[in-house]
């Protein structure tokens, strides 16, 4: 059996603040980010169709959450109160589970700053 991982990117802009950051640091100040996304799917590949997942139901399911983010304040979306990169990651794992039975890890980058997360959502 070959372990494959096949992945997908994707882009959103959007405006945060950290609710914890100590009152005058400018964290706690709304302001805004580019994230970059990428979503991991892991496992063996179909040995007819040599597909994993069909990256058209990978994209499917990637619209509905870029819809969500994207151009929003992530403090007001139902789960994102705290929207760190770290909570970030967490929640767009979840948001895709259910429609990506492959799914394993989901990396949130802000490329500007040389920065990011990783969440491996289930076990290899
Ligand atoms: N562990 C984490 N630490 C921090 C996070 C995080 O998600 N996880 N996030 C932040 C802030 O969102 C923050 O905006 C980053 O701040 P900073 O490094 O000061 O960068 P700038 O916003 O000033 O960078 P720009 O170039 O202006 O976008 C902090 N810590
Ligand atoms: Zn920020």
New binding site residues.
Partial sequence: MHTVELYKEFRFDAA?F?PH?PDGH??KRM???SFRVSVFMRGAPNAETGLLQDLQEVNEAIAKVHDLLDHNTLNEIAGLEV??????SIFIFNALADALPTLYKVGVH?D??H?G?EYVGRAA
Wanted: with cysteine.
């Fill in positions: 945060h950290l950051a400018p964290n302001h805004g980010h929207p760190t990169l770290e909570n970030l802000r500007s700053l920065e997360c």
